[in-house]
């Protein structure tokens, strides 16, 4: 069974900044696909962006230039650098997985809350 542990989260000022890590039971280089979705409250959950190991990183335009997705096969690690947040950022972050198949898989969340 294939386990993704998020740590990172908190509470920081609006314009602060804020790195999760991730760290996945096997190899990075195991899945085709990694990074990171959040959830805020009474609303759907949302790709925040993602890493190939092809075609590099992708975020959704609500925090491009703000957000950085790297991974680092030394440590066996995905971070989510997040820069210039803001209250609208407060949400539960997820960490994702897929593998070259189907197989998808969830961290367990670590919440992340901007106060303005």
């Known amino acids: 069974q294939v386990h993704l542990m998020e740590s990172g989260g908190g509470l920081v000022q609006a314009g602060g900044s804020l790195r999760l890590s991730c760290v996945p039971s096997?190899?990075?280089?195991?899945?085709?696909?990694m990074g990171w979705y959040r959830q805020a409250p009474g609303k759907q959950r949302d790709m925040v962006g993602t890493?190939?190991?092809?075609?590099?990183?992708k975020y959704t335009d609500s925090v491009m230039g703000r957000f950085t997705i790297s991974k680092d096969t030394r440590e066996n690690t995905v971070d989510l650098q997040m820069n210039s947040l803001r209250p609208e950022d407060t949400a539960v972050y997820y960490c994702?997985?897929?593998?070259?198949?189907?197989?998808?898989?969830w961290g367990q969340g670590t919440q992340v809350t901007v106060s303005s």
């Open positions: 096997l190899s990075i280089l195991t899945f085709n696909v």
């Open positions: 994702y997985a897929r593998g070259y198949g189907t197989n998808e898989y």
């Open positions: 890493i190939t190991n092809v075609f590099g990183a």
